[in-house]
Nanobody, 116 residues
């Protein structure tokens, strides 16, 4: 069964850090580019960060550059998002996505809330 499962979300104070994980199964993970998206309350889903299939290339939304880092471990079929210096505007449901050929694969999302 093709599946992506996010974890690591939660409530954190402004300035804090969280590390999100996304575990993949049921497909050849190392062939897929991976990305993290987020959907703030009442807003559209937006791209946060992306990484190539080998991990050799990354890109980030301007709003998170210098604060977030995307990485992957193809041996563990996992992708990560290290989030530092979190701000209230980072509050959202975070989703991971796998993309190669055909329809993308989405996880179910994990809630991140940044609040004092």
């Amino acid at each position: 069964q093709v599946r992506l499962v996010e974890s690591g979300g939660g409530l954190v104070q402004p300035g804090g850090s969280l590390r999100l994980s996304c575990a993949a199964s049921g497909f050849t993970f190392s062939s897929y580019a991976m990305s993290w998206y987020r959907q703030p309350p009442g807003k559209e889903r937006e791209l946060v960060a992306a990484i190539t299939s080998t991990g050799g290339g990354t890109n980030y939304a301007d709003s998170v550059k210098g604060r977030f880092t995307i990485s992957r471990d193809n041996a563990k079929n996992a992708v990560y998002l290290q989030m530092n210096s979190l701000k209230p505007e980072d509050t959202a449901v975070y989703y991971c996505k796998a993309q190669w050929i055909g329809a993308p694969i989405w996880g179910q999302g994990t809630q991140v809330t940044v609040s004092s």
